[in-house]
């Protein structure tokens, strides 16, 4: 009897392994190519871009190449049979979408290959090859996950504050690195993005340390590192502060994704 429950217990665990997808994909990523296909040649993109998957989510950010503003998306992801699913619902270009795209996933030594047969790119569909280099490091922390922005105040040197409720931002923070992404609306009700990305580290439970790796906000941030203090109303919801040199402060109030 014994015999017989101790097989059923390996046929059982086996069983479970077997249903188990082992491709792991949450981490941060730099790609280090991006090749477009029209079905008649290849062209080589030249563009820095950092690509982060959490435990639910996916986000990438890169500049644009025709132009210093931002390219971007956000989406949730799902890994069946060595296929990732991304259900991409906003990016850059075409502001919010309900896209779902398969990506093709080749481990590598540094990381991964992953090609979209069907990439729509301006009404034509190309096939999209992109190599990335995992950068990401065993940091985990309660900022792990994707983010909204909810509301932002502004308070100048003199103690004056004005509270933003219209500016449209996602964050995400994964394996020691992060990427924010804002898109505003001009006078003319012309939208634009911008982007920066990078490395933190926890200094204690209520300070995040941000390196800036690339950006088009400002190009001045680039090689920065700031402290921003985090404030945390639940797990879901958090606030940070930064104080600039001058004195002004820009405080940032986040609600997590589910």
């Known amino acids: 009897m014994r015999s017989l429950t101790a097989l059923a217990l390996i046929i059982s665990i086996f069983s479970c392994n077997q249903n188990e997808d082992p491709l792991e994909m949450a981490g941060a990523y730099a790609m280090t190519s991006q090749v477009l296909n029209d079905g008649t040649r290849d062209s080589a993109q030249d563009r820095k871009q950092l690509k982060i998957y959490t435990d639910k989510y996916m986000m990438y950010a890169s500049p644009n190449i025709a132009d210093s503003f931002a390219n971007f998306g956000i989406g949730q992801y799902k890994v069946q049979d060595g296929i990732v699913y991304e259900y991409v619902f906003y990016r850059a270009s075409d502001g919010e979408v309900k896209d779902t795209l398969e990506l093709k996933i080749e481990e590598t030594y540094n990381g991964y290959r992953q090609v979209i047969d069907k990439m729509p790119i301006d009404g034509q569909f190309y096939k999209l090859t992109e190599e990335y280099d995992n ?42 690195y992060f990427i924010w992404a804002i898109t505003v609306r001009d006078t003319a009700n012309k939208s634009t993005s911008v982007f920066g990305y990078g490395r933190f580290e926890m200094d204690g439970d209520n300070r995040i340390k941000e390196t800036i790796q690339n950006s088009t906000f400002v190009s001045s941030l680039i090689g920065k590192t700031y402290e921003v203090d985090i404030a945390f109303e639940g797990k879901d919801n958090y606030r940070q502060t930064i104080t600039f040199a001058n004195g002004d402060k820009s405080t940032e109030v986040y609600e997590r994704l589910k």
Request: hydrophobic share 30%; charged share 20%; no cysteine.
């Open 135 to 176: 950068v990401g490091t065993n940091l985990k922390s309660p900022l792990d996950g994707a983010w909204r922005l909810i509301r932002q105040i502004q308070t100048n040197s003199n103690g004056d504050s004005t509270v933003n409720e219209n500016r449209f931002e996602y964050k995400v923070f994964q394996s020691g």
